[in-house]
């Protein structure tokens, strides 16, 4: 079974600064990572995801995260945050049980908090 | 395209009743997983449906359970309720059901178990 781990469940920066949101992930095969964001009382969004190609993925909101298979990382970065970006963040692996269908392994989610 | 809708958004139940949730997916899309989302364990797959049939299944017990109809519509069921049940349960859709396929999140029925 494939694992993600978030480090640090809080996070805080001030406006303007940069955002760093880090994710690890363990996998047996080639991972398929998503980046997901919860604002309170919501669903998830999807911010952006990683299957092939390119390992720099751009996503919504200005978020970008980078693939690095050799450090098994998928790091969720925005150069600067807005006060509109405090929420929690999830980093979450696809994998596909049984070689059918469809299921999405999540990090323990890193609260991203956002001073004026 | 409307997104995935959920009913009812709020529940109170108490210990030993059952609850039926019910997930609407965005049209066309015809898989449906559940995932519980509690502080304590984080956020957690229960089960997955395409085409009416379960292909996967989360480590909950035999309490939960669900089922997809032929519209892809889904529900799901949990029996003889815990005070450990009270979560926010979100349905997910997606359209092909691949490893690659994105989920799309409704917002989420949140179930308080007194």
């Known amino acids: 079974a494939q694992s993600v781990t978030q480090l640090g469940s809080h996070v805080s920066v001030s406006e303007g600064a940069l955002v760093l949101l880090r994710c690890n992930y363990s996998?047996?095969?080639?991972?398929?990572l998503f980046w997901y964001v919860q604002y309170p009382n919501q669903g998830l969004q999807l911010l952006l995801k990683y299957t092939t190609g390119a390992t720099l993925v751009k996503g919504i909101n200005g978020f970008e995260a980078e693939f690095k298979k050799s450090e098994t990382s998928f790091h969720l970065t925005k150069p600067s945050a807005h006060m509109s970006d405090a929420a929690e963040y999830f980093c979450?692996?696809?994998?596909?049980?049984?070689?059918?269908?469809?299921?999405?392994?999540f990090g323990g989610g890193t609260r991203l908090m956002v001073k004026p | 395209k409307a997104g995935v809708t959920q009913t009812p958004r709020y529940l109170i139940k108490t210990r030993g009743q059952q609850v039926t949730l019910s997930c609407s997916p965005i049209s066309g899309h015809r898989s449906v997983s559940w995932y519980q989302q509690t502080p304590g364990q984080g956020l957690q797959f229960l089960f997955e449906?395409?085409?009416?049939?379960?292909?996967n299944k989360g480590n909950f017990p035999g309490r939960f359970s669900g089922r997809q109809f032929s519209n892809s519509r889904s529900e799901m069921n949990v029996s003889t309720l815990e005070l450990g049940d009270s979560a926010l349960y979100l349905c997910a859709s997606s359209s092909l059901a691949g490893t690659t396929d994105t989920q799309y999140f409704g917002p989420g029925t949140r179930l308080t178990v007194l």
């Open positions: 996998s047996s095969v080639p991972p398929y």
């Open positions: 449906y395409f085409s009416e049939t379960q292909r």
């Open positions: 979450a692996v696809s994998e596909t049980p049984n070689n059918a269908g469809n299921m999405l392994t």
